[in-house]
């Protein structure tokens, strides 16, 4: 991994994220998207509030994004705190994220790197960089604890 020294930083404005998901009873997954250094949006999982199953962390985040900078198209960095899904890593292409750095993987449904690349699938008409591991073990620990107490419900 190939960190960037304001890479912590910005992973706990998405860790921060994830604790207001949790707050919620979402499961605890946050994102900010970063240009020019500049934070332009964030958001969380709603899945279940909004009982809209493309309602996660990313999606929510790049939609903000858009509106705000009245562009789909929006480069920057995307810090996200468990590896994004296919469906987000989808929208990450179509958004033309420039680079992702998410915390921690996910094994069973992960196309960042655990299941599939799609950021460096050259048969797609965007690829970007993609980076792991800032604040892993907190953002893992978070997932951890949620399901925990979901599973003693």
Known sequence: MAEDN???????????????AMAEDEVPVGAVLVIDGREVARGHNRTISRCDPSAHAEVLTLRSAAEAAENHRLGGTLYVTLEPCLMCMGALV????????FATRDPK????????????????????????GPLA????????SF????RGR
């Open 137 to 144: 073990e907190e953002a893992a620990a978070l997932l951890r």
């Open 94 to 101: 179509q958004a033309r994220v420039e680079r992702l750095v």
């Open 6 to 20: 304001d890479d912590p930083h910005w992973m706990r404005v998405a860790l921060a994220e994830a604790q207001s």
């Open 109 to 132: 449904a992960g196309a960042a790197v655990s299941l599939y690349r799609i950021a460096e699938d050259d048969r797609l008409n965007h690829r970007f960089r993609v980076d792991e």
């Open 147 to 150: 399901f925990e107490s979901r």
